[in-house]
């Protein structure tokens, strides 16, 4: 039946039309590479179809990485692939969650700077932070922080970023999709006065988060752009649950 329509879809279309089906018909047909977590409990053979084709479509047309919205739609559209219920959220409804799937809330994020530490993970904008601009001194920054860091940690059940690597002198970008668990975010709950440095002249501080290995993460509130950074999150503490490495059309700027 669907190839069907496919095929029926096909006789309506224009020149330019089939020309970017058959753009994305040579992508999906392309080989590709998938490793899954035989432990996850989430990322299922179905689930990685999914996401890997999607990945294949995207990279049909372009050469930029994914980003944030495009994920999301894509992990929603992998999670009813798999069989589960999964919609975008609302943010009246679900403050802090963007996606849910059955009834767990999901925060998600996407890193694809040009030059990534593979064994630290960085959430550029882990919240908004306007409150910022109100603290003065490394106590102000404390109190404010720690409660509302918190609090927007309640919001959703887990966190799952997806980081792309470009793979070098190849035209293929990998995708690492990494579960950052909340109790170790929640070790953000210990930060005092003492930990966060004196107000910059950005109006920003930034803190170090420890537990019993050391350096766990940083904190950075930036005071230029008002949001919450953590930085050096280490991928050690953090659950893997697949990595896809898909071809992308020729970089144009080389």
């Known amino acids: 039946m669907t190839v069907e329509r496919l095929m029926e879809h096909a006789q309506n279309l224009d020149e330019a039309q089939i020309q ?44 930029e990485k994914f980003k944030k919205a495009p994920f999301e739609y894509a992990f929603v559209a992998a999670a009813r692939y798999s069989g589960k219920k999964a919609h975008k959220t609302r943010s009246q409804v679900h403050q802090g969650a963007d996606v849910v799937v059955d009834d767990t809330k999901w925060s998600l994020k996407t890193e694809a700077a040009a030059k990534m530490n593979p064994e630290n993970i960085v959430i550029s904008k882990f919240s908004e932070a306007r409150w910022i ?18 609090r927007h940690l309640s919001e959703y059940d887990r966190v799952i970023t997806l980081r792309a690597f470009s793979v070098p002198n190849e035209d293929k970008v990998r995708y690492h999709l990494v579960e950052i668990p909340k109790d170790f975010l929640s070790l953000a709950a210990t ?15 930034s803190a170090l988060v420890q537990d019993h290995s050391g350096i766990a993460f940083r904190v950075v509130l930036d005071g230029s752009v008002e949001k919450v950074t953590l930085t050096r999150i280490r991928l050690d503490r953090c659950v893997q649950h697949a990595i896809w490495t898909v071809p992308t059309i020729p970089d144009s700027s080389q």
């Open 191 to 205: 930060l005092k006065a003492e930990n966060f440095s004196e107000r910059t002249k950005g109006g920003g501080s």
């Open 133 to 150: 601009r109100d603290c003065r001194t490394p106590e102000d920054f404390a109190s404010e922080f720690v409660s509302r860091f918190m």
């Open 20 to 63: 970017l089906m058959c753009e994305m018909s040579d992508a999906l047909l392309k080989p590709h590479g998938a490793w899954v977590n035989h432990m996850s409990d989430f990322v299922s053979d179905e689930f990685s179809s999914s996401m890997s084709n999607r990945l294949k479509l995207h990279h049909a047309t372009s050469e």
